[in-house]
C-alpha cells in the first residue's frame, strides 16, 4: 500500500476544504476504498476522515418524505422504522447487499462511490480503463458471466455492484452535494455516468465534492415495494439480475410503477421504458413481459451473459404480478 497522510474533519466545510487538494480521498466505512487500497487499485495521497461529522440523521422531512444522511450506517437505515414501512425495497436491497459486519460499517455515502467488482478491475495484470484509463478493456474478450448487458461500450461492460443504489433509482431519490462552490442537488439515476470513453470518471462528483444527504421523495404506494436479488449463492453473492419495484394498481390495472434493475447495467439502471409501457394497461404476465422486453431491446450480451435477457424477463414479471397479486 502506498504511503498516504491522514487528517479528520469534523464540520462539512473543513472537508471539503480539505478535499480540494490534489488526489485525495473521503474515508467513511472504508469498507471499499480500503480494499482497494490494499490491491494497489486506489493511490491516493491522502485521505480525510469524516467519521466525526454529523451527517448521520434520518429523518422525515416536511413533505413525508425521508431524509438520509451520508454518514448513516448501512445497518440504521435498514432497521430504521420509517424506511421499513414506507419504502420496504430499501431495507431489503440493503440487507441482501452485505454481512451484519460490513453493513454496520458502510455509509449511505460510500454506498454510493463504491467502485465495480469486475474481476479484471481487480487484476493488475490485466488492461481496464476504469483502473488506468485509454489502457484498454479485457473484460470485452474475456470471461464476462457477470458483466453488463445494458449501458455498455467499447471501454467497458462492467456492472455495477451496489444494492441499495437500485432501490434508490427506483425512488426517484435526490443526492444533496457540497463543494467549494456551494450546495447542488442531482437527481440520483443522473448521479453514476455512464461508461462511454471514459469509464474511470463514474459520477457527477467535481474534485472536492462531498456528498452530504439522500433525500426520497414521498410515495404513499411505496408501501407495497419489494427487491428481488437472483445470485449464485444466497451467502452475501452479487446480483445476477436484481429487481426493485413498487406498483400500485386498481380494478386490474397499473396505476403507476416504479422499476430498476441491477446486474445488468454498468450503473443502476431505471427501467424508464418499461415503466412508461405498464402504466395505465391492464395488469397481465403478457403487459409485464411485452413492457420489459422493450427496455431490454438495446441490451448488447456477450459470450458468457446471454442468460441475463431471460433471467432479467422472467424476475421482472414475477415481481410486478406478485405485487400486483398481493395489492
Known sequence: MKPFAYSRST?????????????????????????LMREEIEHPDA???ITGIPFFAIRERDDGGLSIGAGARNTAVAA?????ARYPLLSEAILCGASAQIRNMATVGGNLMQRTRCHYFYDLAARCNKRQPQSG????GGFTRMHAILGTSEACIATHPSDMCV???????????????GERSVPFTGFHRLPGDTPHLETVLEPGELITAVDVPPLAWAARSTYRKVRDRSSYAFALVSVAAAVSARDGRIEDVRLALGGVGTRPWRAFEAERRLR??????????????????PARTFRDNQFKIELARRTVVSVVTGLIDNA
Open 11 to 35: 464540520s462539512i466545510p473543513a472537508a471539503v476544504a480539505a478535499g480540494e487538494a490534489p488526489n485525495v480521498r473521503f474515508l467513511g466505512g472504508g469498507t471499499n476504498l480500503i480494499d
Open 80 to 84: 430504521h422504522p420509517l424506511v421499513r
Open 137 to 140: 478493456c479485457d473484460a470485452l
Open 47 to 49: 485521505l480525510v476522515d
Open 280 to 297: 395505465g394497461v391492464e395488469a397481465t404476465m403478457e403487459r409485464v413481459r411485452d413492457a420489459i422486453d422493450a427496455e431490454l431491446a
Open 167 to 181: 432501490a434508490l433509482a427506483a425512488l426517484d431519490a435526490t443526492v444533496r452535494i457540497t463543494g467549494a462552490s
